[in-house]
């Protein structure tokens, strides 16, 4: 256990020292040696981490996505429904404020390159699927009647999560806080939830 909790330190390191350096000098600037020098680590090292460069920006989609699993755990036997999605969402926004800059730099350039796009659409789909399981246990509990399929409403919180998202990294600098952003549309779209049937509170 330990030893994994260090190889994921490590791996968290790798990927902080890079995105520095891809700040600082720009993504198609740096190189792997750069980065393992910052790290104090060998070429070699880095390999057993991440494949290539580019592997290294998408460790942010998916270090979020082992947190929504690891929420969907840590809540399950929660039995406020609407208070388990909002922990979850906010365990993802979590690291939004505490690395506002870096997270913005890593989905810009994930954006910008086409070589991440289906990577991406992998993740946003299990993204989705993990949501969808969620409410599908919520409903098997009890705690959500509606005759909306899980699979739509996993769809919509996605999409309302990824706008919130985009809002923010439009806003720049500017004082969004992305968790209220979220809170707003949330609010919305849980309410349609419940005129379609029953939530437990």
Request: charged share 25%; with cysteine.
């Amino acid at each position: 256990m330990l030893r994994a909790s260090r190889k994921q330190e490590l791996k968290e390191r790798i990927f902080t020292q890079a995105v520095k350096l891809f700040k600082e000098k720009g993504f198609d600037n740096v190189t792997v040696e750069e980065i393992t020098q910052a790290c104090g680590i060998a070429k070699g090292t880095f390999y057993n981490y991440f494949p290539k460069k580019e592997a290294v920006l998408l460790h942010l989609a998916e270090s979020q996505l082992k947190s929504v699993h690891e929420s969907i755990q840590r809540n399950e036997n929660m039995p406020d429904l609407k208070q388990q999605l909002l922990l979850l969402f906010s365990d993802l926004f979590r690291r939004y404020a505490e690395q506002p800059d870096m997270i913005r730099l890593v989905v810009s350039e994930m954006m910008r390159a086409d070589m991440f796009i289906h990577a991406e659409i992998r993740i946003l789909e299990r993204f989705r699927q993990a949501l969808a399981a969620l409410l599908e246990d919520a409903k098997n509990k009890g705690q959500l009647t509606t005759q909306a399929a899980s699979e739509d409403i996993a769809a919509v919180l996605t999409g309302v999560y990824f706008n919130s998202l985009m809002i923010w990294l439009s806003a720049g600098s500017n004082t969004i806080r992305i968790e209220m952003l979220f809170q707003r549309h949330f609010d919305i779209v849980w309410e349609d939830i419940r005129s379609r049937g029953v939530v437990k509170q």
